[in-house]
């Protein structure tokens, strides 16, 4: 299976200020044709996942454009511009190049 | 707007066989473009992908599911169905159903999730 570690595990943010998570895969994700099969998700509070980047760095439908996801290979980075309040929950990357596909850890952003 | 509701028992007996169903509103289970699948979270825990159907009936699962687990769509009723065989205390977790777009091979809608626990 392909390992997918994310870091930092906890990020605590004032807001206004950027925020940066990586995802580090096991395995090349970079297909043949180009894509990187790596996205990124968002769990809020209490809530279902809400997809934020496809692959690698496309924002999905109705994602603000202060988040942004760049990388390649086995590298990824999502950042947020200006974090404001409401970007509280839990950040995971999964690979969808592999069966079985695989989430990361989970990265945890807080506002100081 | 397309919604997907989860039914199915919240409590389970191990060695029973969990069987869920989700109802997809707002769009046709067969309409091209799209697959429908599980993910689930264990408690306190993160996300495990299950796996999904196409609506050619084609499935992809996960490997350490696979011998428990059966997807099936049903057009008529337009839901999607999950059935996992001999349940453990281990398969205790919320479930939540998806669509999937083919255009970026990943689940871009979630159902609100359900919660199983496998008790007697």
């Known amino acids: 299976d392909i390992v997918m570690t994310q870091s930092p595990l906890s990020l605590p943010v004032t807001p206004g200020e950027p925020a940066s998570i990586s995802c580090r895969s096991s395995?090349?994700?970079?297909?043949?044709?180009?894509?990187?099969?790596l996205h990124w998700y968002l769990q809020k509070p209490g809530q279902s996942p809400q997809l934020l980047i496809y692959?690698?760095?496309n924002r999905a439908s109705g994602v603000p454009d202060r988040f942004s996801g760049s990388g390649s290979g086995a590298d990824f980075t999502l950042k947020i511009s200006r974090v404001e309040a409401g970007d509280v929950g839990i950040y995971y990357c999964?690979?969808?190049?592999?069966?079985?596909?695989?989430f990361g850890q989970g990265t945890r952003l807080e506002i100081k | 707007q397309v919604q997907l509701q989860e039914s199915g028992p919240g409590l389970v007996s191990p060695s029973q066989t969990l069987s869920l169903s989700c109802t997809v509103s707002?769009?046709?289970?067969?309409?091209?473009?799209?697959?429908w699948g599980w993910i689930r979270q264990h408690p306190g825990k993160g996300l495990e992908w299950i796996g999904y159907?196409?609506?050619?009936?084609?499935?992809y699962y996960n490997p350490s599911l696979q011998s428990r687990l059966k997807m099936s769509l049903d057009t008529s009723k337009n839901q999607v169905s999950l059935t996992l065989r001999s349940v453990s205390a281990a398969d205790t977790a919320v479930y939540y159903c998806a669509r999937g777009k083919r255009d970026y091979d990943t689940f871009d809608i979630f159902s609100q999730g359900t919660v199983v626990t496998v008790s007697s």
């Open positions: 999964l690979q969808t190049l592999q069966n079985p596909e695989t």
């Open positions: 159907v196409y609506s050619s009936g084609s499935t």
């Open positions: 692959l690698g760095s």
């Open positions: 395995q090349n994700l970079l297909h043949r044709n180009g894509n990187n099969y």
């Open positions: 707002g769009d046709s289970i067969s309409s091209g473009g799209y697959y």
